[in-house]
């Protein structure tokens, strides 16, 4: 079970945190990741991060911009998001999925958060 929280509106340049808080599971040999859906348009990998090591993998789009990070005591993954443009405006979800692979395409992933809407817009 997700929460995700932290979505918003947001002028570009702007930054916004997002947080996924998982409740009833532990995640030692699970990747974590983040997505988002544009309307109209297909559901995209953003970033992923191993719940174990904290190693990340992101979207070329938000390389240098975007980070997700974990706190294990909190259960809880986050993406901080930087120098946001109106290109990012999106529902972003989390999921993860058993597994040590960063996989980009949203078929494989077990376990998706209801979604968080993101706008950036002035």
């Known amino acids: 079970h997700f929460v995700e929280s932290g979505g918003g509106l947001v002028q570009p340049g702007g930054s916004l945190r997002l947080s996924c808080a998982a409740s009833?599971?532990?995640?030692?040999?699970?990747?974590l990741g983040w997505f988002r859906q544009a309307p109209g348009k297909e559901r995209e990998f953003v970033a992923a991060?191993?719940?174990?090591?904290?190693?990340?993998y992101g979207a070329d789009p938000v390389k240098g911009r975007f980070t997700a990070s974990r706190d294990i005591a909190k259960n809880t993954m986050y993406l901080q998001m930087n120098s946001l443009k109106p290109e990012d405006t999106a529902t972003y979800y989390c999921?993860?999925?058993?597994?040590?692979?960063?996989?980009?395409?949203?078929?494989?992933?077990?376990?998706w958060g209801q979604g968080t809407q993101v706008t950036v817009s002035s």
């Open positions: 999921a993860f999925r058993e597994g040590m692979a960063f996989i980009t395409t949203p078929g494989p992933w077990d376990y």
């Open positions: 009833g599971r532990t995640f030692s040999t699970y990747v």
């Open positions: 991060i191993r719940w174990n090591n904290g190693n990340t």
